[in-house]
């Protein structure tokens, strides 16, 4: 008679993958995916034909079309991506990233909520400064690709309306650029 194996041994490492930047990850009902590295947006669409971001997803957040019930539904890679894939009978392993997948879209929920539009704008830069930012000299740098139009589509407004905004926080000395990239000012209340 053989011994038996650990269990360690008897469960199967998660398949990784890796995608490029602008990349869609595949539609599969049955898999979730961990992100082991990169970021990942979820987005829909109107019936006007408008992109609808619905939320922004970092390494140790779980994405994946079974979770939600939106359709269109697409998951876009906004930076290189490597996610670990998890079938259907496996995803009793992610119950806590599960809740703090839940925690974020509250979050996100809460703050397209608030008005005026440039208070909301404000609140999502500050949101995605905490969860995508690293500390720099005078504040927080999102160090993430987003565009104007990318921010509008969040907001559900326009691009051009977030452009004049971004410009009046500017003035305003809570935000300034950085290569490219948006800094949070420390002396911002956040």
Aim: contains cysteine; aromatic residues 6%.
């Amino acid at each position: 008679m053989q011994p038996l194996k650990p269990l360690a041994d008897l469960v199967t490492p998660p398949l990784q993958q890796q995608f490029v930047r602008r990349a869609r990850l595949p539609e599969h009902k049955t898999d979730l995916w961990q992100i082991k590295s990169g970021v990942v947006c979820s987005m829909t669409w109107t019936s006007e034909g408008e992109l609808v971001c619905l939320g922004y997803w970092e390494a140790g957040d779980i994405v994946g079309h079974g979770l939600s019930r939106v359709q269109p539904y697409e998951l876009h890679c906004l930076t290189d991506v490597v996610i670990s894939s998890y079938p259907h009978h496996e995803w009793s392993q992610l119950t806590d990233a599960l809740v703090h997948r839940q925690q974020q879209t509250e979050e996100l929920l809460s703050i397209i909520h608030l008005n005026p539009l440039s208070h909301k704008l404000w609140q999502l830069l500050v949101w995605l400064s905490q969860k995508f930012g690293r500390d720099v000299e005078n504040g927080r740098l999102l160090d993430l690709p987003l565009t104007h139009q990318h921010l509008a589509q969040t907001l559900g407004t326009n691009r051009v309306t977030v452009t004049t905004i971004l410009q009046r926080l500017e003035a305003e000395g809570k935000i300034h650029r950085q290569q490219r990239r948006l800094v949070v000012t420390r002396h911002s209340s956040y």
